[in-house]
C-alpha cells in the first residue's frame, strides 16, 4: 500500500507543478484580468424554487477537496488497522514531529503578526504537502531511504488530521444550529448502514452528498467531513476463508471458463479486499492528478509584478508565511523528533540517522495544498491573501533548496556509507586479506592486469553512484576485472541483506550480475514483493536455499571486516586499498598505476 502511495503520490508531481505554474502564467498574462473572473463564475443546482449556487472555486475548494480528504481519511484508517500506524512506538516520534512542525511555524508567523488584523493566518504555514515533499525525495534518490518517506508519510498523516482539527476550530466564523442538527443526523445514518452491514453505494452517495451540503450550511468546513467519512470505511486484512473461496473461484474458472465463472472469480476477488483499499485504488489516482491539480490551477494564480513583490518583500504576512515554512518547520519537526528520541517515548523504522532526519525535516516546509487552502479561508481581503501566496511559493521554494543541500551536505561528505557505530580513527588495514578466488563474481577478463574488488551493498547511494562508474571504466578498459563482495550495513540499509541474498539465488542460476545490474539500477525498491519480481523477470527462484545463501554473504563480511572495511563502497586495486575519490577520472588514474606496478 505504501508503495502504491509513493508511486501516485511522486508521480503527480509533476501535474501538479505544471497546474502550478499554468495557475501563475495565467495570472500573469496580459489576459490575468480573466483568472479571477472566471473562478468567481457561478454554477449551482436547483429544484424547483430552491436553489444551491456557488462559485467555481469554491466548487474545487469546499466540494472537490472534500474528495482529495476522504481519501487521506480512507489512509488513515487503513494505516491505523493494517499499516505503519498500527505500532504505537513508530506513531510517537513522527506525531510528535508533526506536532512541532505546526507549533514552532504558527509561533514564528505569529511572533510578526500578533496583535494585528493579519494574526488570523497564522495556519497558513502549518501544514507540509505530501505530494510535494514525496517529489521531492525522488529527486533526493537512494539519498533518502525507505524508511524516511515511510517516517515522511506519518507525519504528514499527523500533519492532516491535525490540520482538519484547527480549520473545524478556529476558521469556523458561525454555526448554523439547524444545519448542524441535520448533518449529525444524516452521519448517524451513515454509521447506522455500516453497523448494519449494508453496502449499497447509491446509499451512501445520496447521503454523503447531503450531509456535505448540510455540513457546508452549517458553517463546519465540509473538508471535515469528508475525513470522516474515509476513517468510517471499512478496512481489514483478507481472511483465511475469504482467500480460500477465491483460490477455489479462480481453480474453478481456469478448470471450465466460461463468462459465469469469469464473473464468480471476479466478484470473489474483489470481496476479498477490503473496501478501502479498493476506494483508495480508485479515488487516488483522480485525487492526486485531478483535483489537486485542480485545485492548485484556481488558487495558486498571485499576481508577481514589481509593485506586488516590492510590497511582498516588506510584508509581514509574506515574510510569516515564508519564515514559518522555512525555518518554524525545520526547526519544530527536528526538536519534536529530538524530543520523543531523547526520553524514549518512540522508535524510528530502519535505523535512520540524522543526516536523513534533517534533510526530511527541511523539505517538509513544502507547504502548498493545504496552506493555500487556509489562505482562503483566513483573509477577506485580496491583498492579504495575494501576499500569503507569495509567502507559500517562496518559503516552500527555499525548503526544497534547503532540504536538497542538507542531503547533499550530509550524504556527499566522503562518498561512503557507514554503520553509527563506526570508528572513524581506526588504523585499517591496506591490503586485502582474501585473495580473489574461483568463487568469486568475477566480471572482465581472467588474465586482467588490474582487479578491483568492491565491497558493496545494494541500498547504499554511493555504491549506486558507483556502479556506472566502474561499468564504464570496464567498457573502456579491456584488462581490468571487477570483483563483487557483499557488504550490507544491515543498521542503516534493512533491504540490503535480502537484496544480497536474492542476488546470491541468481548466483546459483549463472545470473548474478543481471541481478547486481537490476538491484543498483531499482536501489529505491528492493521490498521483498519487488525482490521476487527481479527474480521472476531473470527466470531465478529468489530463495532456493536462503541458509546457503546467507552464508555466502556472511562469508563476503568476514573477509570485508577481516581487510578492514567499515563502510561501503571500498576498492581494493589489485589487493591494495584505494583511497581516492570514487570518480571515474580518479579510479582510473588508479587504474593506470596499478598497471605499471610490478
Known amino acids: 500500500m505504501l508503495r502504491a502511495f509513493f508511486k501516485t503520490e511522486t508521480g503527480s508531481t509533476s501535474v501538479l ?109 502549518i501544514a507540509t504537502d505530501t505530494a510535494f515533499v514525496l517529489g521531492m525525495l525522488a529527486i533526493v534518490g537512494a539519498r533518502c531511504p525507505e524508511p524516511l518517506r515511510v517516517f515522511l508519510l506519518t507525519l504528514a498523516i499527523v500533519d492532516d488530521v491535525l490540520a482538519i482539527i484547527i480549520i473545524a476550530l478556529f476558521y469556523t466564523e458561525s454555526l448554523d444550529v439547524i444545519a448542524l442538527v441535520v448533518a449529525a443526523a444524516l452521519l448517524a445514518a451513515i454509521m447506522t448502514l455500516r453497523w448494519l452491514r449494508i453496502w449499497r453505494a447509491p446509499a451512501y452517495i445520496v447521503l454523503g452528498f447531503a450531509l456535505w451540503v448540510a455540513t457546508l450550511e452549517s458553517g463546519v468546513h465540509p473538508t471535515l467531513i469528508g475525513i470522516a467519512l474515509g476513517i468510517l470505511v471499512f478496512v481489514y486484512a483478507p481472511s483465511d476463508r475469504k482467500l480460500l473461496r477465491a483460490d477455489e473461484a479462480v481453480h474453478e474458472f481456469t478448470s471450465d471458463p466460461s463468462p459465469e465463472a469469469a464473473r464468480v472469480a471476479a466478484r470473489t476477488l474483489r470481496r476479498a479486499v477490503s473496501v478501502n483499499e479498493r476506494l483508495q485504488l480508485l479515488l ?101 491573501q495575494s501576499q500569503a501566496k507569495i509567502g507559500i511559493l517562496a518559503g516552500s521554494l527555499l525548503a526544497a533548496l534547503m532540504g536538497g543541500a542538507i542531503f547533499r551536505m550530509a550524504w556527499d561528505r566522503g562518498g561512503v556509507c557507514a554503520p553509527p557505530d563506526a570508528e572513524p580513527e581506526e588504523e585499517l588495514p591496506v591490503l586485502l586479506t582474501e585473495p580473489v578466488g574461483p568463487d568469486d563474481h568475477i566480471r572482465g577478463p581472467a588474465d586482467a592486469r588490474v582487479t578491483i574488488v568492491e565491497y558493496g551493498d545494494f541500498e547504499c547511494p554511493y555504491c549506486g553512484a558507483l556502479h556506472p562508474v566502474l561499468s564504464e571504466l570496464l567498457r573502456k578498459s579491456a584488462d581490468v576485472r571487477l570483483v563483487f563482495r557483499h557488504f550490507p550495513l544491515r543498521t542503516i540499509h534493512p533491504r540490503a541483506f535480502p537484496a544480497a541474498v536474492v542476488a546470491e539465488a541468481a548466483a546459483m542460476e549463472g545470473r548474478f550480475w543481471e541481478m547486481h545490474d537490476t538491484l543498483f539500477d531499482n536501489q529505491r525498491f528492493l521490498t521483498d514483493t519487488d525482490l521476487a519480481r527481479y527474480a521472476a523477470e531473470l527466470d531465478v527462484e529468489p530463495w532456493p536455499d536462503v541458509p546457503a545463501q546467507a552464508a555466502r554473504v556472511d562469508g563476503d563480511e568476514e573477509s570485508g571486516r577481516a581487510s578492514g572495511v567499515r563502510g561501503t563502497p571500498t576498492l581494493f586495486l589489485n589487493g591494495v586499498r584505494y583511497q581516492g575519490d570514487l570518480d571515474l577520472r580518479s579510479i582510473t588514474r588508479a587504474v593506470e598505476s596499478a598497471r605499471q606496478s610490478p
Open 17 to 125: 507543478l505544471a497546474a502550478t505554474l499554468l495557475a501563475l502564467l495565467w495570472a500573469n498574462s496580459p489576459w490575468g484580468g480573466t483568472y479571477e473572473s472566471f473562478w468567481h463564475t457561478n454554477m449551482g443546482l436547483s429544484f424547483g424554487s430552491a436553489t444551491f449556487e456557488l462559485d467555481l472555486r469554491h466548487w474545487v475548494n469546499d466540494g472537490l477537496m472534500t474528495i482529495f480528504f476522504f481519501v487521506i481519511g480512507l489512509e488513515i484508517s487503513y494505516e491505523a488497522r493494517l499499516g505503519q500506524l498500527r505500532d504505537r512506538r513508530l506513531i510517537a516520534v513522527p506525531a510528535l514531529a508533526a506536532l512541532g512542525g505546526m507549533m514552532v511555524p504558527a509561533g514564528v508567523y505569529l511572533a510578526l503578526n500578533a496583535g494585528g488584523p493579519a494574526a488570523g493566518g497564522w495556519g497558513v504555514p
Open 284 to 384: 487516488h489516482p483522480w485525487s492526486s492528478y485531478v483535483i489537486v491539480p485542480i485545485f492548485a490551477l484556481a488558487n495558486a494564480g498571485v499576481r508577481l509584478d514589481a509593485e506586488t513583490l516590492r510590497t511582498a518583500l516588506t510584508s509581514p504576512i509574506t515574510i510569516g508565511v515564508a519564515a514559518g515554512l522555512l525555518l518554524g518547520k525545520f526547526v519544530g519537526i527536528s526538536l519534536g523528533t529530538w524530543l520523543p528520541l531523547k526520553f524514549g517515548w518512540g522508535i524510528l523504522p530502519g535505523n535512520l540517522v540524522w543526516g536523513q532526519l534533517l534533510g526530511g525535516a527541511a523539505v517538509s516546509g513544502i507547504g502548498f495544498t493545504v496552506a493555500l487552502f487556509i489562505v482562503d479561508l483566513a483573509f477577506d481581503d485580496p491583498v492579504a
